[in-house]
């Protein structure tokens, strides 16, 4: 089964109160900004034989697969099926498929880097 992640990003208000500033340059607000968009997901496990935390999906894994619509709005498309896949299910530490996972987001605003809060979602 295919699990898709999304995100919308609100509050991403932007103010320019410079009145000299070109309209060309205001409007490029008016369309998305974010750029370097990633996702983290990591599984959380609550047997204390395992690992508390097993990153599934690093920044650096989704970093290209993460999409940024004109809204601001990012996607991940996150095929759950491949979780057994996972070298921590052969190793024995990954814990059971479905449970607990939290994802983070990074992005890049102009020359700025955010790290979004967690979010937790359930695999069933």
């Given amino acids: 089964m295919v699990r898709i992640i999304k995100l919308l990003l609100t509050n991403l208000n932007f103010t320019v109160e410079n009145k ?27 047997d204390p034989n395992l690992p508390s935390r097993v990153t599934v999906s690093s920044f650096a894994d989704t970093s290209a697969t993460v999409g940024v619509t004109s809204d601001n709005t990012l996607v ?40 979004s809060p967690l979010f937790n979602l359930i695999v069933n």
């Avoid at 000299?20 to 609550?46: H, P, Q, R, Y």
């Fill in 20 to 46: 000299d500033i070109d309209d060309g340059i205001v409007n490029i607000f008016k369309d998305s900004v974010i750029t370097s968009a990633s996702m983290e997901v990591v599984k959380l496990n609550e």
């Fill in 76 to 115: 991940l498309n996150w095929d759950t099926s491949l979780l057994a896949t996972h070298a921590g299910v052969a190793a024995g530490t990954f814990g059971n498929l479905r449970g607990a996972y939290t994802v983070q987001v990074k992005y890049t605003i102009l020359n700025q880097t955010i790290l």
